[in-house]
């Protein structure tokens, strides 16, 4: 199997989201880690220095390539929090959702959100949950 650049790391979540300079950032990444573990039932796992990551997933690419990277998840980055969407934005219904979300960007697989109170906080969770369902659904651990 070909290697990512972006593997899980030993790196703790909780030490991570601490070290997160921007306080409001942070309080959003703590928030965030509370909904993906409500929809995924899973714990957090950091991929490479900067993504929180739940579950993986196995494809391969066209030249046949097999990989690995996290089925969902999310940075708090410095410029904005992406959250990970792995199946696309493109479904309706994650289209009709995107429409009553709030203020944010997309883009291929990320959707990105400012500030948590940009958004209505239970349809990201929707979103989230409907991605996540569609990954298992597409890929069966």
């Not at 697989?109 to 239970?122: Q, R, T």
């Not at 990201?124 to 369902?133: G, P, Q, S, V």
Request: aromatic share 8%; net charge positive; proline share 4%.
């Amino acid at each position: 199997m070909s290697q990512n650049k972006t593997q899980p790391t030993t790196q703790q979540v909780k030490q991570f989201i601490e070290g997160v300079e921007n306080e409001k950032r942070r309080d959003d990444a703590k928030t965030l880690l509370r909904i993906y573990h409500d929809v995924t039932k899973m714990e957090p796992v950091m991929w490479g220095p900067s993504i929180i990551g739940y579950g993986q997933y196995h494809y391969t690419t066209a030249n046949g390539k097999k990989h690995k990277f996290l089925r969902t998840g999310f940075s708090p980055r410095k410029s904005n929090l992406s959250i990970y969407l792995m199946k696309g934005m493109e479904e309706a219904k994650k289209a009709e959702l995107l429409s009553q979300l709030g203020k944010h960007k997309t883009g291929k697989s990320c959707l990105y959100i400012n500030k948590l109170d940009d958004v209505n906080l239970n349809v990201l969770e929707a979103l989230i949950t409907l991605d996540f369902e569609q990954m298992n659904a597409t890929y069966p651990s």
